[in-house]
């Protein structure tokens, strides 16, 4: 099954997208693409990749420059054909604050970079894909 996701990673640390990347592909999860911040990825989302594969699972920080993760989770929410991407936050922003305003875009899922490892980054997408159903992939 985890050949038919297609990740997108977005994060304007490189070494954070790294780690998630490499997470991923632990996992067996080897088709992942990245982006540096919101925009970027906004762009991937609606011209494709360089894979030319859809994307149909999505990895955000929330605080990037150009566009933010909160700003591409409503983005992606309200726009026809991706609003059913399901939207992950790996993010250090820890506040109750921040969290219901993900919650209440839209997110499906929340992980705290401090607790990003595989296990934590298996279970949740598992919980993700089992909320949503099947995944449109391929």
Known sequence: MSSKFHFLVVDDQDIVR?????LLNALGYTRVSEATDGKTALQLLQTGD???EPINFIITDWNMPHMNGLALLKTIR?????QHLPVLFVTSESSEEKIIAATDA???GYLLKSNLNADNLKVIISNITARKGRVRCC
Do not use: N
């Open 78 to 82: 309200v726009t026809e054909g991706l």
């Open 18 to 22: 790294s780690i998630v990347v490499a």
């Open 50 to 52: 360089v894979h030319e």
């Open 106 to 108: 839209g997110v499906d």
